[in-house]
């Protein structure tokens, strides 16, 4: 922001929390993909090899869509709005080469997790309600639409009553 000539105002104090959340989120994927391939057998440096090469695009993509997202906002006519979305457009892109480039690195230093280590990460409770969860919606999809539409029309009922 210094380097842009870009200064602190209402719009902009919430960069650091927003890129914050975008680095954070980049991280949790990669470290959860990490202990998933070390739960299939990989070895350590192995392991942060195909992490990269499994999620690297995808870590990518996202990020792009994110900075795009953002970078729409040079679009109003507001000066801080189009500043706020050029900073955080750039910064989305700075988060994940940051993430792709310091956690791998970081990983290489430590030592390969212990078996229990690798197991809790990889097969812990909320992973299993979440695979659990995912396969309900697979087999279910009726119930889900059937739901989805209760609500539209429970909504448009209240809406038309007000």
Request: proline share 2%; charged share 15%; no cysteine.
């Amino acid at each position: 922001m210094s380097l842009a000539g870009v200064t602190v105002n209402i719009v902009s104090f919430i960069t650091f929390n927003l890129l914050l959340i975008v680095g954070v989120s980049n991280g949790i994927h990669l470290m959860t993909k990490y202990y998933e391939v070390l739960n299939q057998g990989f070895d350590h440096t192995a392991a942060i090899q195909e992490v990269i090469l499994r999620i690297g695009a995808a870590l990518f993509l996202t990020s792009f869509t994110t900075a795009t997202g953002f970078f729409s906002l040079i679009a109003t006519n507001i000066r801080i709005v189009q500043e706020f979305g050029v900073v955080l457009a750039v910064g989305a892109m700075l988060m994940f080469l940051l993430t792709i480039i310091i956690i791998p690195a970081l990983l290489i230093q430590l030592s390969k997790p212990s078996e229990a280590e690798i197991k809790r990460h990889a097969e812990g409770t909320r992973l299993k309600a979440a695979r659990t969860l995912g396969r309900w919606n697979e087999e279910h999809p009726g119930i889900i639409l059937g739901g989805a539409l209760l609500l539209v029309v429970l909504s448009e009922i209240g809406r038309a009553h007000v």
